[in-house]
Each structure stands twice: as C-alpha cells, then as structure tokens.
C-alpha cells in the first residue's frame, strides 16, 4: 500500500465497514457459498472502486453493504452502528435509471420521492433545487424523465441520492449503459460531487479504466466465492482530467496491474 495514501486515509474519520462477510444462498438442497470472507474500510470522502469477474458476486456485495441483504456471517457497519436494513445514510444508485426513476413524476418529484414525507414542503423544495443545481439539472426541473436523455436521467438519480444526504453513495455499475462522451462527462461529474459534499463512494464497475479514473482504492474481488485478492492504491492526483490523468504513467501501470489481476483470477 502507498505510504502517503495510507496516512492520508488514516487522518479521515472512519464511515463504514465490512467485516468478514460471508454469503451463502441455497442450493440444489443445499447452500452454495458466494462470497467469502470481506473485509474492508472505507474513511470520510474516500471514493473505493470494485472490479472483478463475471459471477464474483459484485452486485450481491452491493446489496449487502445497502442493507437490502443480510450476510450469513460478519457485519457491515456505518459509523460503528450494525447494518440490519437499509439505514438511513447509506443510499444506493443503479445502472438502470430507466426504472429507477418513476416516469409520471417530474425530475422534481422524482428528486423529492425519499424526503417528502420526511419535512416541510418548503425544506424539501429547497433541498430538491439544491441538489438538482449540484448536478447541473436544475433548468430540467418540471421535465419528466422520458423527456430527457439517459445521462440527465442518471444525473437525476443520484441528485435523489444526494437528497438523503449520505454518509455513503453505494453505486453498481451507474455510467455502464452511457455512451463513452457522457459516460467521461458524468465521471467528472461524480468526482465534483464528491469534493462538494464529502461523501463517501463504494463503487462497482467492470470498466478498470473508470476504476482508476475515479477512486482512491481499487479492491479487486476474484473468485468463486468471491474474495477480495488485492487492493490497490490509487497515487494519482487531484482533480483529475481525462486526458492527462489517462495519459499518465501511473494510471497506465494501474491498469495493467489490474487488468492482469482480473485475468489471472479468470483463470483460477
């Protein structure tokens, strides 16, 4: 691990935890065993990327840390408080905004539907324009989701995650269905969010170049069950921009790491 990352990480309060997680699901009459073993940490405003193989159990890892799954042994916790559902500062965005989000309701209901019933409708406007102009969607505000592109509809869910005010944004593969123009354009996005609001990021994707792109950490889950095998520091600087940060001999050597982590575990 980089020295001056792991210092840097160790001054951050620490948000959330994996401890030890196993899941097993039932099998042909018995069980069959999906993840294994995960454990990891994750500090005030760190941005950690997931890649691995088909089949690793990405998305089930996912559906634990929101609390949507329970493991069948360890915990996940949020600023030291055990995980027994959804809780309320963890929030989770999806690759298909399509469904996500509810197409008879405006970009502005749509942001609105988890705090509404929680304060006033003045509190909730304010935070709704609030976070819509965070994302650069606040002149889309009366639009309704099947008048506006794939990446405003993205840009849509997770200003509706935003709302909530996170501790943590749990996202499986958000840009996967995106164009590469707007898929560059939402990174960027996403990472001036980030330094905006603080908040930290678990992120699943099977794209290493966005991996490296976007996080301080890459953990690399292999197998079958699914184990993190490595993870991986990311000493690239801040902010970063997609031509140089790309073209730099750092995130090109992090990728090929990767890159030959994944297919070494493809072959186990």
């Known amino acids: 691990m980089n020295v001056a990352a792991s210092s840097l990480q160790d001054e951050r309060a620490l948000v959330f935890e994996c401890d030890d997680v196993s899941v097993d699901f039932p099998h042909q009459g018995g069980t069959r065993q999906v993840l294994s073993g995960i454990g990891f940490e994750l500090r005030e405003g760190e941005f950690l990327s997931i890649v691995g193989t088909s089949g690793a159990g990405k998305t089930t890892l996912l559906r634990v840390l929101g609390g949507l799954l329970g493991p069948t042994s360890g915990a996940v916790r949020v600023r030291g408080k055990k995980i027994d559902g959804p809780p309320d500062d963890v929030v989770m965005v999806f690759q298909d905004y399509s469904r996500a989000l509810l197409q008879w309701r405006t970009v502005t209901s749509n942001v609105a539907l988890g705090i509404e019933d929680r304060m006033g409708k003045d509190e909730c406007n304010q935070r709704v324009m609030e976070v819509l102009q965070l994302v650069g969607m606040e002149k889309y505000a009366s639009y309704y989701p099947w008048q506006i592109s794939g990446g405003m509809q993205q840009r849509v869910q997770i200003a509706r ?54 996080s301080d950490r890459v953990a690399i889950l292999t197998g079958t069950p699914g184990r993190i095998g490595q993870t991986m520091d990311v000493p690239l600087p801040r902010p970063r921009d997609q031509i140089t940060t790309r073209a730099d001999p750092r995130f090109l050597n992090l990728r090929h790491v990767i890159h030959e982590a994944v297919k070494e575990a493809r072959h186990d």
């Open 161 to 214: 995650a935003l709302a909530l005010q996170p501790a943590v944004m749990l996202m499986d593969e958000p840009f996967g269905a995106l164009d590469a123009m707007t898929k560059s354009m939402l990174q960027d996005e996403l990472l001036r969010v980030r330094d905006k609001i603080g908040a930290s990021f678990v992120f699943i994707t099977h794209d290493i170049d966005e991996a490296v792109y976007l």
